[in-house]
């Protein structure tokens, strides 16, 4: 059921950024390029974090020659993909957010479709690559491999229906990102912790198939060795709630 259909003011986005000076510009170039044809009040919020190539400076001329909406911000120590979202978050202005990579393989189009769902009333839109109508492009199979496994034990642990849960490119209103506070996981793992949390804990949340494509640019910051134990620490953290809170963390209200 969706919990309302009250009209979303700014959608901001997320795009946590290191040594991202190369992929940036076609980027940010792109999102701002289809957010504006649409129409959609926005701002895109690149976080640095702790970059050592010329990231800084390639978005602070972005933003004074081609991007007003573009907000840098750099991210303090300690650096790590989920401290730079939680920063971003609490850097942000929009009642509505998306997270999206730095390095072009989300779709802007696909973040639109997002908006216009969250409008609809939804608290959650989640992409998945993995249904009808989803693709990829140029996926390193080693790595496909270990997120078919991945996301198959996180579906089978929480009983959701949802097939691509480790995917960052995911859309939200601000008040159910604030309801699955507070956030702990400093890494990709944050990825998980959102999306699973707003489920257990009652937000309302649909599926539409999505694409993406690799890199042209730079290196994968995703270490899949460094991982598994993070995610699943993040997972059984989460499955604990679920099984053992007595819906201490539900969400009772909604968002009107």
Request: a positive charge; proline letters at 5%; one cysteine or more.
């Amino acid at each position: 059921m969706i919990s309302c259909n009250k009209q979303l003011r700014l959608y901001s986005v997320l795009i946590p950024a290191r040594d991202e000076e190369e992929s940036l510009p076609e980027t940010l170039a792109d999102i701002y390029s289809l957010f504006t044809a649409a129409g959609i009040p926005h701002e895109i919020v690149v976080i640095d974090d702790g970059s050592r190539d010329k990231t800084w400076q390639v978005l602070q001329n972005l933003k004074i020659t081609s991007i007003p909406t573009l907000t840098p911000v750099q991210n303090p120590e300690p650096h790590g993909f989920g401290r730079a979202i939680i920063y971003g978050l609490d850097h942000s202005h929009g009642d509505a957010v998306v997270i999206m990579m730095a390095d072009a393989s989300d779709s802007p189009a696909d973040a639109i479709k997002y908006w216009h769902l969250l409008n609809e009333g939804w608290d959650c839109v989640f992409g998945s690559r993995f249904i009808k109508g989803g693709k990829v492009i140029n996926y390193p199979k080693v790595k496909l491999w270990v997120n078919r496994v991945a996301n198959f034990l996180v579906r089978l642990g929480f009983r959701h229906g949802l097939n691509d849960t480790t995917n960052a490119f995911k859309a939200y209103r601000r008040t159910a990102v604030d309801g699955c506070r507070p956030l702990i996981a400093p890494h990709f793992n944050l990825t998980v912790e959102i999306p699973l949390k707003a489920i257990v804990r009652g937000f309302t949340w649909t599926v539409i198939p999505i694409s993406w494509k690799n890199r042209k640019h730079g290196v994968a910051k995703l270490k899949i060795k460094e991982m598994g134990s993070r995610y699943f620490f993040i997972c059984s953290y989460v499955w604990l709630e679920k099984y053992f809170s007595r819906g201490d963390y539900k969400h009772k209200g909604n968002n009107s």
